[in-house]
């Protein structure tokens, strides 16, 4: 197992398909690789995983979903910004950023940027091919996943996810 990981918030599985389109969408428009939908809590950890996963499993007990408020669409710095939707930060975010960021603080210092990516890459995405893309109200996000995040893409895979709690049942 690789021991270069990151913490992933992920949609919810009623939603996830609809940014996973988009992302295809991108991927094969500008011939980019495909990733699944996220927004990353923590880049690139080099610790073993299983190590932290009684942490995880503790912490997403103290959640329920998140349902984060799209701001816009941008293309940001490349590669890993190319075109992300902007998301607003609200306390329950924050705290469970926090949570994590405090958790591993020593190993990596990562400075949070709320975002969900739609394009990895070195190119420059043309404004029409997204100013027709509408925003949702809100994105629900039910986990937490742990995903190996080597240099390249393609090799991306989930370790292990955590359920956050389903407050509305």
């Not at 990353?40 to 610790?47: A, K, M, N, P, S």
Request: charged letters at 25%; aromatic letters at 14%.
């Amino acid at each position: 197992m690789n021991f270069c990981w990151s913490v992933w918030l992920i949609p919810h599985n009623d939603i996830i398909n609809l940014y996973s389109n988009l992302i295809y969408h991108f991927s094969k428009q500008y011939d980019l690789p495909i990733f699944h939908p996220h927004i990353t809590l923590l880049g690139r950890v080099y610790i073993n995983p299983k190590k932290t996963f009684s942490f995880f499993d503790k912490m997403t007990k103290d959640y329920s979903y998140l349902h984060l408020t799209p701001m816009k669409i941008v293309e940001a710095e490349q590669p890993w910004k190319s075109l992300v939707i902007t998301l607003k930060m609200d306390e329950s975010l924050k705290k469970l950023q926090n949570e994590v960021q405090n958790r591993f603080k020593v190993l990596k210092k990562y400075i949070f940027n709320p975002h969900l990516s739609l394009a990895y890459g070195n190119i420059k995405i043309k404004k029409n091919d997204y100013n027709s893309i509408s925003l949702d109200e809100s994105i629900c996000f039910s986990g937490v996943a742990l995903v190996e995040t080597p240099d390249d893409i393609d090799k991306w895979r989930v370790i292990k996810t955590f359920n956050l709690k389903n407050a509305e049942k």
